[in-house]
């Protein structure tokens, strides 16, 4: 006898989205940590285009960016409209430029941190307020996030 697996998908979501908050917990009491944020971004850009049929785990995703945006200080929604740019306008003029599938990938994750901190820099220019603290600690957490990607995720064109 089959078993029913449609339960198992939501279960599989919440431990997922359990050890992604769980990750950003620690990810601020430990610094060399990372978020994951590139490996989320990841994901939204490579299933947007199919959001009818996973609605919920993009729900998520977005979720968990502001989250993000709200613990580390920055502007809230700054990933969503990075993510509306970056989708509108960068996605398929990187499809056709870069022929590695892993160098679309490690590009992807380097457009989320280093696209998220200049737009939050943008954002604080506007503000009148202090620039965001940019150090080398960002491009561990790009090739960290890139290796994961890597290993997770697959480039359809």
Not at 11 to 17: A, G, M, R
Not at 54 to 77: E, R, S, W
């Amino acid at each position: 006898m089959r078993r029913n697996s449609a339960h198992q998908n939501y279960l599989t979501l919440f431990w997922i989205s359990g050890w992604l908050l769980c990750g950003l917990a620690m990810s601020s009491l430990y610094p060399l940590i990372p978020s994951f944020v590139g490996v989320v971004f990841c994901y939204l850009i490579l299933n947007f285009n199919r959001h009818e049929e996973n609605a919920m785990p993009l729900f998520l995703a977005f979720l968990y960016l502001c989250l993000y945006d709200l613990t580390k200080g920055f502007y809230l929604f700054s990933y969503v409209i990075l993510f509306t740019i970056i989708y509108k306008f960068a996605i398929y003029k990187i499809q056709n430029i870069i022929t590695c599938n892993n160098c679309i990938l490690a590009a992807y994750v380097a457009m989320a941190y280093l696209g998220h901190y200049l737009l939050n820099a943008f954002f604080a220019y506007l503000d009148n307020e202090s620039f965001p603290y940019f150090s080398n600690v960002y491009f561990y957490y790009i090739a960290i996030d890139s290796i994961l990607s890597f290993m997770l995720f697959k480039v359809t064109r």
